[in-house]
């Protein structure tokens, strides 16, 4: 079973996948949420291709350990999720994800706009290996 990871935002949600044997977590292409483009139906697509058995979602949430607004739109997104896919979807804390997607980028010769077209992907990567580093530990 693969598993998806996703850093959903108002502009991209970007997105990793599980390898197939193993507890490693690949980039995907980010998808763009532009007006009139239904991006769950591209989500949807790469669900069935890559015949994910099991969601994790990063949630926002606030440094002192709090839900704030940005997370109570994950949390809705999540139960969307749920419904459309009938997938088991977690929520794994994704604080600070983006600005340790940034540093692993910093020393990287890409462009500014590489850079923001990868972040969301890497950030994906990182909330996913969190929770398949957790799952790997569980075992132990």
Known sequence: MRILGIDYGEKRVGLAISAPVGFIAQGLPTIERMDGVDYLEELADIIKEKEVGKIIVGLPKNMNDTIGEKAVEVLEFVETLKSKFDLPVHTVD???????????????????????????????????????????????
Do not use: P
């Not at 994800?97 to 077209?117: D, E, I, P, Q």
């Not at 950030?123 to 790997?136: E, P, S, T, V």
């Open 94 to 140: 994704e604080r600070l994800t983006t600005v340790r997607a940034h540093k692993a980028m910093s020393g990287a010769k890409m462009s500014r706009k590489t850079k923001k077209r990868r972040v969301d992907m890497i950030a994906a990567q990182l909330i996913l290996q969190c929770y398949l580093d957790k799952l790997a530990h569980s075992v132990r």
